[in-house]
């Protein structure tokens, strides 16, 4: 059995492409809740970054060389490698922002067709 684990990236892609082609759609509403928890969660994955990027800026802990591997190897979860914490937030932070591409597509066209519509009316009487 394998562990795979899903593109993420590649699934909100191909649902803004679903999207585009008009096979999906998300009533504005539900994608303007939605886009609202993935702002409130992306701010929540940013104070995480500073926290990590806090993490990385260690001060000695010690002179004994175990002292010096352990603090490298928790040096390594925070950075400088593909299962790091900064790049594991980056890719959480990548997939946020394409599902918000998904979901605010639904409000700003909503937005758009109600400026054109506004346009067409003003244009048929301009007198009001």
Not at 65 to 89: C, E, M, N, Y
């Amino acid at each position: 059995m394998t562990d795979a684990q899903p593109n993420l990236i590649t699934h909100w892609q191909d649902l803004n492409a679903r999207a585009d082609a008009g096979t999906i759609t998300i009533p504005a509403d539900v994608a303007a809740r939605c886009d609202a928890a993935c702002v409130t969660y992306l701010a929540h994955l940013s104070k995480m970054q500073a926290d990590a990027r806090a993490l990385t800026e260690t001060k000695s802990w010690g002179d004994m060389k175990s002292a010096q591997d352990l603090q490298a190897r928790f040096g390594r979860l925070v950075t400088g490698t593909d299962r790091s914490l900064d790049v594991i937030l980056q890719q959480h932070i990548e997939v946020i922002e394409s599902m918000r591409m998904l979901f605010r597509r639904y409000f700003d066209e909503t937005a758009d067709t109600d400026t054109r519509t506004s346009a067409n009316i003003t244009a048929l009487d301009p007198g009001n």
